[in-house]
């Protein structure tokens, strides 16, 4: 059985709901998201609650409740609260600035790389090598940041690279001189 599929999810003050076929309308104080709802699971809809709801007992039904609900959940909170993810550039020479709607990277390679920022995400740099995505589409802003981490993947020798603020390294010991 689905443990999270069954949770019911609590809707914030000011944010409204709206199911109508198979879309899935959520709109409150940051802004609106929409999604297309699978046939297999079914919202139950109150003033202050969203349940996930199925109609079969099987395997495929019941992780497709646990994913409907767990979607449903980060658009309640990215129309709320947002969503924020952090990266850092390590390396000497590195660093990132912003030029319009797109973040100038200079990641070690013979060019900077220009990296436009998709619909709806905004960014930050803070000190030439802190970049804060933000945004009210959880997939959204986690792909971004991992298209910027994917441009130069931290290496475990120096640590040199982009990564997650909270992702830790783990070092490998180089080469020692043998006499």
Sequence with gaps: MSRVGKKIIILP??????FKGREL????EKGTLTRTIHPAVDLAITEKTI????DQED?????LQGLTRSL???????VSKGFERTLEINGIGYRAEMKGKSIVLNLG????????????????VDKNNVIKLTGIDKEKVG??????????????YKGKGVKYAEEYIHRKAGKTGTK
């Design 51 to 54: 349940s996930v709801t199925i």
């Design 143 to 156: 792909q971004t940041a991992a298209s910027i981490r994917k441009l130069r993947k931290p290496e475990p």
């Design 59 to 63: 395997r495929k039904t019941r992780s």
């Design 13 to 18: 003050g000011k944010t409204k709901i709206d």
């Design 72 to 78: 449903v959940a980060n658009m309640v909170v990215g």
């Design 25 to 28: 309308v959520v709109k409150g």
């Design 109 to 124: 390679y013979s060019h900077p790389i220009d990296f436009p920022l998709p619909e709806g995400i905004d960014a930050s």
